[in-house]
């Protein structure tokens, strides 16, 4: 585990991060190899529409996205932090425009859940 204070433009005081990397995560990782899908916590509790049901942990990509879309092991520790600063910062602007009131997400999004396989 990581704890980082990151800044995000737009706050006044850094926001405290934890990133976990599990061997045997307690979530379900979609089929990606653990490692390529850590568990990121920062503002715990804070409604938005891109985190995850079970912990409110961010959601900062989609795992059946293609690798170039979604973060990496290769990629560091860096580029998760900086993928989890936008994310915060879209998650301001979010709230600042409506939040679930028509707020506006200024990153890519995509469709949240699996579709079900037919019986």
Same mark, same amino acid.
């Given at each position: 585990? *990581?704890?980082?204070? /990151?800044?995000? @433009? $737009? &706050?006044?005081? %850094?926001?405290?991060?934890?990133?976990?990397?599990?061997?045997?995560?307690?979530?379900?990782?979609?089929?990606?190899?653990?490692?390529? *899908?850590?568990?990121? /916590?920062?503002? @715990? $509790? &804070?409604?938005? %529409?891109?985190?995850?049901?079970?912990?409110?942990?961010?959601?900062?990509?989609?795992?059946?996205?293609?690798?170039?879309?979604?973060?990496?092991?290769?990629?560091?520790?860096?580029?998760?932090?900086?993928?989890?600063?936008?994310?915060?910062?879209?998650?301001?602007?979010?709230?600042?425009?409506?939040?679930?009131?028509?707020?506006?997400?200024?990153?890519?999004?995509?469709?949240?859940?699996?579709?079900?396989?037919?019986?």
């Amino acid at each position: 585990m *990581y704890r980082v204070p /990151i800044e995000v @433009r $737009g &706050r006044r005081d %850094p926001v405290p991060v934890a990133v976990y990397f599990f061997a045997r995560p307690p979530y379900d990782c979609w089929g990606l190899p653990p490692e390529e *899908y850590p568990r990121v /916590i920062a503002d @715990r $509790g &804070r409604p938005s %529409p891109h985190r995850m049901p079970e912990d409110n942990a961010l959601c900062l990509y989609y795992p059946r996205s293609p690798v170039g879309q979604r973060w990496r092991p290769e990629l560091g520790l860096l580029a998760l932090l900086d993928l989890t600063r936008d994310h915060l910062f879209f998650e301001d602007h979010w709230w600042a425009t409506g939040g679930r009131r028509g707020g506006v997400w200024l990153g890519d999004e995509q469709p949240h859940g699996f579709p079900r396989k037919a019986a």
